[in-house]
């Protein structure tokens, strides 16, 4: 069973920066994306960034040129660097992972969540 584990939100000024972090456990064979959603109030879950494994990231429109997606395999880790904050990137910011377990199944993880809120 794979499990992450998120960590990073709070309370921001718009402008300020965050990052946020999500580390995986478990029965790990290999993590083929890594990728974070945000779910605004009263709004659907949506992408905002996700990186493959050596490929590309790709981005939501809004969060171009303001995240950073990276991620350490060898930790199984996948940060998300959020400047320039702006109040409408306020939600709760969910990581998810695609990938195989140890046995060869594959495998979709979400992690708990955490609450990004962005206000002066």
């Known amino acids: 069973q794979v499990q992450l584990v998120e960590s990073g939100g709070g309370l921001v000024q718009p402008g300020g920066s965050l990052r946020l972090s999500c580390a995986a456990s478990?029965?790990?064979?290999?993590?083929?994306?890594m990728g974070w959603y945000r779910q605004a109030p009263g709004k659907e879950r949506e992408l905002v960034a996700q990186?493959?494994?050596?490929?590309?990231?790709n981005y939501a429109d809004s969060a171009k040129g303001r995240f950073t997606i990276f991620r350490d395999n060898g930790k199984n880790t996948v940060w998300l660097q959020m400047n320039s904050l702006k109040v409408e990137d306020t939600g709760v910011y969910y990581c998810n992972m695609r990938g195989v377990s140890v046995g060869s199944r594959l495998f979709e993880v979400w992690g708990q969540g955490t609450l990004v809120t962005v206000s002066s």
């Open positions: 478990g029965s790990i064979f290999s993590i083929y994306a």
């Open positions: 990186i493959p494994w050596g490929g590309n990231s």
